[in-house]
Each structure stands twice: as structure tokens, then as C-alpha cells.
């Protein structure tokens, strides 16, 4: 569950080694950076900056949410480590529902990130919206998204 977040931490390899076949072997493991002893802390704090600066740019794309991993920046999900094919607008409505965690949306404000629509069209759209809702639920569980009657959906 951890290997998508995990694997964009930044790392910098410290070691008196300062052999070639080993500092080959080092970056072939995933290292971001190589740094042979002795070295300066001003050096260090540099290369860790900017690493830093890069690696954050990364991480704030992805939002993990239990089994869930959104990256936004691909826009794939992956659901128990497994990347899940969704059409586009289930993506979307994923998308929506994880960017305000925890905070109930109406229909009109999903189906208007969704689809565009206004409220004229509601009722209409309104049987496409729950049919989404009701395939994502078949995939994810039915507990992925709630029913808050009168008012929309939720994801927490």
C-alpha cells in the first residue's frame, strides 16, 4: 500500500566507497544522489534541497485514501497495489469526490465537475450519475463511496 508514496521519497547515499563500479551499482539501485565521506554539511543541505524541491513536486500529485491511490498527474487509480482501467468520467467523479475527502457534494456540484452540467439537466443526468456511483461501487466496495440522502455522495 506504502510502495507508491515510498517510492518517491528522496534518497542520498553516503559512503567512504568512492569506487566507480560500486557508485554505478548504488544509482542502478534507485539512489537519487551519491555522496563519498568525507563530505561538507553545506554540500549535503544543498544537494538535499534540491532534491527536495523536485521530490515535492511528485508527491503532492498522489493522494492515497486507504487501498486507493490517485495520481493525478496520470490519471490512473490503483486500488490493493492493482492499477484499475476506468472510463474517464469515472475518473472524474473519483477525482472530485477525493479532492474534497471527507466533505459531503451535492449532485449538481458533481455532475458540473463531471459532465458540465447545470442544474436544468439534473434530472436527467441524475440516472448517469447513480449509475457511475453504482459501478464504482462494484469495483471498489460499497462502502467506497455513501448516500447522503437528500443532499449527494461522500468519500471518507
Do not use: C
Not at 515535492?56 to 492493482?82: P, T, Y
Amino acid at each position: 500500500m506504502y510502495g507508491f508514496i515510498l517510492k518517491n521519497i528522496p534518497v542520498i547515499a553516503l559512503t567512504s566507497n568512492s569506487m566507480l563500479e560500486d557508485k554505478l551499482e548504488i544509482f542502478d539501485l534507485g539512489v537519487d544522489d551519491y555522496m563519498t565521506k568525507p563530505f561538507e554539511i553545506d554540500e549535503l543541505l544543498a544537494r538535499l534541497k534540491s532534491i527536495l524541491k523536485r521530490s515535492e513536486k511528485k508527491i503532492e500529485n498522489l493522494k492515497e485514501i486507504g487501498d486507493l491511490v490517485i495520481n493525478f498527474s496520470s490519471k490512473k487509480i490503483f486500488f490493493k497495489q492493482e492499477e484499475v482501467n476506468l472510463t474517464y468520467k469515472q475518473y472524474l467523479l473519483i477525482e472530485f469526490l477525493a479532492k474534497n475527502f471527507g466533505y459531503p457534494q451535492t449532485k449538481i456540484k458533481i455532475m458540473e465537475y463531471v459532465w458540465g452540467e447545470n442544474e436544468e439537466n439534473l434530472e436527467f443526468n441524475s440516472t448517469t450519475l447513480e449509475s457511475h456511483i453504482y459501478s464504482l461501487r462494484k469495483k471498489f466496495g460499497k462502502d467506497f463511496i455513501k448516500t447522503i440522502k437528500g443532499i449527494g455522495y461522500i468519500m471518507e
